[in-house]
């Protein structure tokens, strides 16, 4: 595996790529990385002749209450994993931003509710920090998680928006054994709220098996009940979304409402 640190050097490297005739296929994060990342890398595996990988944690996708500076950075231990999956290059940039920048992308619809509600500003920074990727990275097809529904929401509308050439495809959220969504965030969790948050799933999982009319009130009460700070619990498309505190720490998760999506047994009874 290569290490890439300089902008125009990645794009160098994709474009002689491109020249001989060799699909890339990337995966965006922000380290960390996790099990839930490494299905992620497997599926670009399989998906492009070459894989690209990026860590950039994105300044401009945090608010000014969240705290960019303490966001983890094991760069080895990241880099070490890459490797054993046999990852091509492993594009790692310290800055994509020119100190004068003034040039945003925003989507201006699907990113306004939910997560883009609490955290203003969140998904410009997202959607301008993909674009750069995607113009550095040239990739043909790029992978993300299904657990982030709403990023995945945004980025597919700008893609189609602004014609980008790059096939999304999106991967499904891995669970712990308990059916705790995998996330970077889990590492923040203290012994108990650990302990308390595998119930985010199974009361999604249990509310989406409800009648439409009460799913979200009563997903909403019921998280309220077990200690869970509710920030938002929605239907998007097929979806149940919900974002709910656990002291500081904020978890994502959400389940398909359409019988033939939804989870596995396995996981079903985990959430039991
Ligand atoms: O999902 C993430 O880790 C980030 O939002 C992304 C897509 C890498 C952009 O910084």
């Not at 490494?38 to 944690?57: E, T």
């Not at 054993?84 to 699907?110: C, M, Q």
């Not at 970077?184 to 302990?195: D, G, H, K, Q």
Request: contains cysteine; charged residues 25%.
């Amino acid at each position: 595996m290569k290490t890439i640190s300089s902008p125009s050097a990645m794009q160098r490297w994709a474009l002689t790529q491109k020249k001989a005739g060799r699909s890339i296929a990337f995966v965006p994060t922000m380290g960390a990385l996790h099990e839930g990342h490494l299905s992620l890398v497997r599926r670009a595996r399989a998906l492009g002749d070459l894989v690209v990988v990026s860590i950039y944690v994105n300044p401009t996708q945090f608010d000014p209450k969240e705290d960019f500076s303490k966001y983890p950075r094991p760069i080895q231990r990241d880099a070490s994993l890459l490797r054993r999956e046999g990852v091509e290059i492993l594009f790692h940039p310290a800055n994509l931003y020119e100190p004068d920048a003034s040039t945003w992308v925003k989507e201006t619809d699907l990113s306004t509710g939910r997560c883009g509600g609490t955290r203003p500003g969140h998904f410009k920074g997202v959607t301008t920090v993909v674009t750069k990727l995607f113009n550095l990275v040239l990739p043909d097809v790029a992978v993300f998680g299904q657990k982030d529904a709403q990023q995945c929401e945004v980025i597919t509308r700008m893609v189609r928006d602004l014609c980008l050439p790059v096939r999304l495809v999106i991967a499904p959220t891995l669970r712990e054994r308990d059916g705790l969504a995998m996330s970077s965030r889990n590492a923040y969790l203290t012994p108990e709220e650990r302990a308390m948050a595998p119930a985010l799933f199974k009361i999604l999982s249990a509310a989406a098996a409800r009648p439409a009319t009460s799913r979200t009130v009563w997903a909403r009460e019921s998280l309220a009940q077990v200690g869970f700070r509710v920030d938002y619990v929605e239907e998007c498309g097929s979806r149940l979304c919900a974002a709910a505190f656990l002291g500081k720490t904020r978890l994502l998760d959400n389940v398909s409402i359409s019988p033939e999506t939804r989870p596995s047994k396995k996981l079903r009874r985990a959430a039991r």
